[in-house]
């Protein structure tokens, strides 16, 4: 089955072509970091505008690129939510209108259960079942994963999901947007020795995060310190969250008995994330699994490959659709034909 990707949920525009057989034809995506770089954070309209003015360019490309017409498409999926209502609106009105005009099927998609499948795009791809860490700039999940739809979320953050952190703790410092990749840039110039930042939540049982602690202790060491230890402070924030994601992807590994980690989402990009978590799996004795760096922030080929595992699978919806801001991944089940 060839299925069209859109994905819509921010300030990001994807779109993506994926066959059952021959894989992921073609994807595009147009980010609008320059359009919201003035206001040092997304503007919800500005968003939703970009994606009216980019989304069916973006598809015809993604056509072009699979040496293919519309009519080839057998089923449209689109990000349902969580996210921006507006942006998401706009994605699932041409999802749904291209699925009307073509009598194809189309099915809405989960934000981050198409993240969590991500790298199931990659060979090797992980088999099921498998712990995954969702971080991204809106959440940050460790969930237990039996199957598509079988999700058991074991530990969230408490207030700031880690990418969310990266981005405020980047501006807090002065650091320009956005502030996620240039907080990771600088802190590569760091010196490790330093500064040490606590590692939250670390010294007590559980798998639930909370990282809104280390903003406010790299902004009071900026203050004491000044901007002339900026990387230092950089290298110090990093380590901490990284360090903090790796004891509770340890605990989780151990807790669950599982051999299989999957990283994804925005933050699963980090370089220094990957190299930490690829050596507390080996000393366990467990497989990594992660997207390559494209596929790690929002992007059509996720949600393509989402809504071909839900479509194949029996899945369809009415013509009313809707969109939602707020979806828990746990309220999710396995793919369910109409009756």
Known sequence: MRVLGIESSCDETGVALYDGEQGLLGHA?????????????????????????????LVDEV?????????????VAYTRGPGLVGALMVGASVARSLAWGLDVPAVGVHHMEAHLLAPMLEDPAP??????????????????????????????????????????????????????????????????????????????PGLAFSFSGLKTFALNTFHEHGAAARADIARAFQDAVVETLAIKCRRALEQTGMKRL?????????????????????????????????????????????????????????????????WPLEDLRPPQPLP
């Open 29 to 57: 995506i147009y980010s609008q970091i320059e359009t919201h770089a003035r206001y040092g954070g997304v503007v919800p309209e500005l968003a939703s505008r970009d994606h009216v003015r980019k989304l069916l360019p």
């Open 63 to 75: 056509l072009a690129q699979a040496s293919l017409a519309k009519a080839d498409i057998e089923g």
């Open 127 to 204: 088999e099921f079942p498998f712990l995954a860490l969702l971080v991204s700039g809106g959440h940050t999940l460790l969930v237990q994963v039996a199957g598509l739809g079988r999700y058991r979320v074991l530990g969230e953050s408490l207030d700031d999901a880690v990418g969310e952190a990266f981005d405020k703790t980047a501006k807090l410092i002065g650091l320009p947007y956005p502030g996620g990749p240039a907080l990771e840039a600088l802190a590569r110039e760091g010196d490790p020795g330093r500064f040490r930042f606590p590692r939250p939540m670390t010294d007590r």
């Open 262 to 326: 999957v990283i994804a989402g925005g933050v699963g990009a980090n370089q220094a994330l990957r190299e930490r978590l690829a050596a507390m799996s080996e000393e366990l004795g467990a497989e990594l699994y992660y997207p390559r760096p494209a596929l790690c922030t929002d992007n059509g080929a996720m949600v393509a490959y989402a809504g071909h595992c839900r479509l194949v699978g029996g899945a369809s919806e009415p013509l009313r659709f809707d969109v939602t801001a707020r």
